[in-house]
């Protein structure tokens, strides 16, 4: 599955906090956007919301935006 992620990095604490009307999540991260530290943080918020491996989790698009596209695994 494909979802969409706002991500708002240097947050008080990492998690997704809200879905936006089109169906946005918005994500909040500890880490500041720099060497991909606030992308490796989305990584780990998203894969423990899913239940899959980090490993599995991918940014598809947007890497260096606050609008990413990230590839989840589907449950099987």
Same mark, same amino acid.
């Given at each position: 599955?494909? &979802?969409?992620?706002?991500?708002?990095?240097?947050? *008080?604490?990492?998690?997704?906090? +809200?879905?936006?009307?089109?169906?946005?999540? *918005?994500?909040?991260?500890? %880490?500041?956007?720099?060497?991909?530290? %606030?992308? *490796?943080?989305?990584? %780990?918020?998203?894969?423990?919301?899913?239940?899959?491996?980090?490993? +599995?989790?991918? &940014?598809?698009?947007? %890497?260096?935006?606050?609008?990413?596209? &990230? *590839? &989840?695994?589907?449950?099987?």
């Amino acid at each position: 599955m494909f &979802i969409r992620v706002k991500v708002r990095p240097k947050s *008080k604490e990492s998690k997704i906090v +809200d879905v936006m009307e089109d169906g946005t999540l *918005k994500v909040r991260v500890k %880490a500041a956007p720099e060497k991909g530290k %606030a992308n *490796k943080e989305v990584v %780990a918020v998203l894969a423990a919301e899913y239940g899959v491996r980090e490993s +599995d989790v991918e &940014i598809v698009g947007g %890497a260096t935006d606050t609008v990413k596209l &990230i *590839k &989840i695994p589907d449950e099987s």
